[in-house]
C-alpha cells in the first residue's frame, strides 16, 4: 500500500538545498506501471450526460450534435457543470488553460464561437483544437493536421538524406530502419482517422521520396511498387 498511501517527497535545488520532508495525500508515482489503471479505475464512473463522453487515459472530450446553436451550448454548459460536480467529489481539478470549445459544421459562413462556461468562467474557444495530438479543423478535412504533418516529415527526410549520402553511405537496411523509426512513426500516428483525406497528398510525396533512397530506385518507378521494394531491401 506505500505506493497509494504514506508516501513522501522533497525538493532539492541546484545549489544543493533541500527542502524538508513533505507527505502526499493524493495521486500515485508517476511513470509507474500500476498508475494507468488505478487512473481508470478511479475515474471508472464518469456521470452520464446528455452529451457523448470521449475519454483516454485523463483526456477527456463531450461531443453534442445540433442543428441549434444554442441548444449545443445549453447542453453543453448543462454537462460541464455535472462533470465539474463530478471532479469536485472525486477531488479531480480540470486544467482550464488546456480546456477549449470547439464546433465542426460545414456552413463556411456561420462566423459563430460557442460560449462554454466552467465555474462560471467561459472556455476559450479554438477553432483548430488538437485532441490526442491531432488537429482538428472546421470541417474535419484534416488539412492543418497534415500540413503540420508534411513539415515534421521534412525535417526528419533531411536526415535521411544525410544518413544516405554520409561518406559510403549507410546500407539498405540502415536506411530502412531509419525510415520506419523517422517517418513512418510519425506519419502513420491516427491515421486511421485523417487516411480519407483528400489532402493526404501534402505528404504522399514526401514517404515516397524516403522509400526511393531506401530502394535505391528512380523517379520513375511506380509509387505503388516503392512499399513492397523496400520491405525486400535487405542488402
Known amino acids: 500500500m506505500e505506493m497509494v498511501g504514506n508516501r513522501i517527497f522533497t525538493l532539492t535545488t541546484g545549489n544543493g538545498k533541500r527542502s524538508r520532508l513533505r507527505r502526499l495525500k493524493n495521486g500515485v508515482p508517476q511513470g509507474s506501471v500500476l498508475a494507468p489503471l488505478l487512473f481508470n479505475i478511479y475515474i471508472f464512473r464518469l456521470p452520464t450526460t446528455v452529451s457523448r463522453n470521449y475519454a483516454y487515459a485523463d483526456d477527456l472530450a463531450i461531443m453534442h450534435a445540433d442543428g441549434d446553436w444554442q441548444e449545443v451550448e445549453g447542453v453543453l454548459n448543462k454537462d460541464m457543470a455535472t ?5 469536485q ?21 456561420a462566423k459563430r464561437e460557442l460560449k462554454v462556461k466552467y465555474n462560471n468562467e467561459t472556455l476559450p474557444f479554438c477553432s483548430e483544437p ?13 488539412r492543418p493536421h497534415l500540413e503540420s504533418l508534411r ?3 521534412t525535417s526528419r527526410f533531411t ?17 530502412r530502419i531509419a525510415t520506419l523509426v523517422l517517418l513512418h512513426s510519425t506519419a502513420e500516428y491516427c491515421a486511421l482517422v485523417w487516411y480519407g483525406s483528400a489532402h493526404t497528398r501534402l505528404i504522399d510525396p514526401i514517404i515516397n521520396d524516403a522509400l526511393r533512397i531506401v530502394t535505391g530506385c528512380l523517379r520513375p518507378t511506380p509509387a505503388d511498387n516503392l512499399p513492397v521494394l523496400a520491405a525486400n531491401s535487405t542488402c
Open 83 to 87: 462533470v465539474g460536480e463530478y471532479l
Open 89 to 109: 467529489t472525486w477531488t479531480l481539478k480540470l486544467s482550464t488553460t488546456k480546456t477549449v470549445s470547439a464546433a465542426f459544421h460545414l456552413n463556411k459562413k
Open 130 to 142: 488538437k485532441y490526442l495530438g491531432v488537429t482538428l479543423d472546421r470541417s474535419l478535412t484534416y
Open 151 to 153: 513539415k515534421k516529415l
Open 159 to 175: 536526415l535521411l538524406r544525410r544518413l544516405a549520402g554520409s561518406g559510403c553511405g549507410a546500407g539498405a537496411t540502415t536506411l
